[in-house]
């Protein structure tokens, strides 16, 4: 059995979608495959494409599987079951193991720098004349996967190919409001347990003598869903001095909330922000690997 399967530490919805896709377009060619992880779901993975006819495989690895490996080429993270000398295709887009790769499995290596794999997916499909058969559910995905990955086209690692890509998933299923749609659905997911997606994601910094050590992350759809208070208490709780970046997808600004008016207006010198509302207004959005290079 051909297994594809995906990092052991979560999925997201982009390696999620990917090995649904590709095992869809390798069962329209004739080959069985099984899509097999036991990670675990991040909120990337919505309700409602979980409830989607196509999930993963209840199958039991065994000795003669071979592996397609995606959104994955640190070996640090591949799953117990995969047999390195076993994988006959890996696809992925975060760097470092690319020499390692291609030595391995020449073109059967493909890492490169784009917004997600689920393009690289899509244009498989292109170059095997199934785009036209795809099924509607299975370019929904894939269009979530694109989406995500590239925080709705705006984060830096995006690519021409990913825009058009979801251009053309848009043509084939009609659906021209699914960034709302999505991104709506996945905060929902963050905002019910708003806590653990922002202490899970605090960084504590020494290199920036500019910046407070205590730096929080939150993305999401509409700063207009939030509860400013909460989120305060939050970081508070974390220490005194702090600044959390919210990036707001919809209208791609950076919404930054300090922990004192000091801070507030270091951050209005040091990043050229305008103050409103209790924030320090960046636009567009700056994520906070930017962010902390500023000096
Ligand atoms: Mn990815």
């Known amino acids: 059995m051909l297994v594809l399967t995906v990092g ?8 999620y979608a990917s090995c649904i896709a590709y095992r869809e377009l390798l069962k329209m060619r004739g080959e069985e495959a099984m899509f097999v992880t036991d990670a675990l779901f991040n909120y990337s993975i919505t309700n409602s494409l979980l409830e989607s006819s196509y999930i993963k495989d209840d199958y039991t690895v ?13 070996k640090e993270y591949f799953p117990r079951f995969v047999k390195e ?18 030595s391995k499995l020449g073109d059967r290596a493909i890492i490169e720098s784009i917004g997600a794999v689920a393009t690289i997916i899509v244009e498989k499909y292109e170059q095997y004349n199934m785009f036209q058969k795809m099924d509607k559910k299975i370019a929904l995905l894939l269009m979530a996967a694109i989406l995500d990955n590239t925080l709705n086209f705006t984060a830096d690692i995006t690519s021409d190919r990913d825009i058009r890509a979801y251009k053309r998933l848009q043509e084939l299923t009609g659906e021209i409001d699914y960034a709302d749609i999505y991104f709506k ?34 993305t999401i759809w509409d700063i207009n869903d939030l509860n400013h208070s909460i989120i305060r208490q939050i970081m508070n709780n974390k220490g005194s001095n702090w600044i959390i970046n919210i990036i707001s997808l919809k209208d791609n600004i950076s919404y930054i909330m300090c922990s004192d008016d000091a801070i507030e207006k270091d ?10 509302k209790g924030f320090v207004v960046l636009k567009p959005a700056k994520l906070r690997k930017e962010i902390m290079v500023m000096k």
């Open 62 to 74: 065994s000795e003669e599987d071979t592996f397609i490996v995606l959104d994955l080429s640190n």
């Open 267 to 276: 951050m209005i010198l040091l990043l050229n922000g305008e103050q409103k």
């Open 185 to 218: 659905e996945s905060q929902e997911a963050i905002l019910n347990n708003i806590e653990e997606a922002i202490v899970n994601d605090i960084k504590y910094q020494k290199e920036n003598d500019k910046l407070p050590r205590i730096i929080g992350q939150l």
């Open 85 to 102: 000398e076993k994988i006959v295709e890996l696809i992925d887009h975060h760097r470092g193991f690319e020499e390692y790769w291609n």
């Open 8 to 15: 052991n530490s979560y999925v997201d919805i982009d390696g």
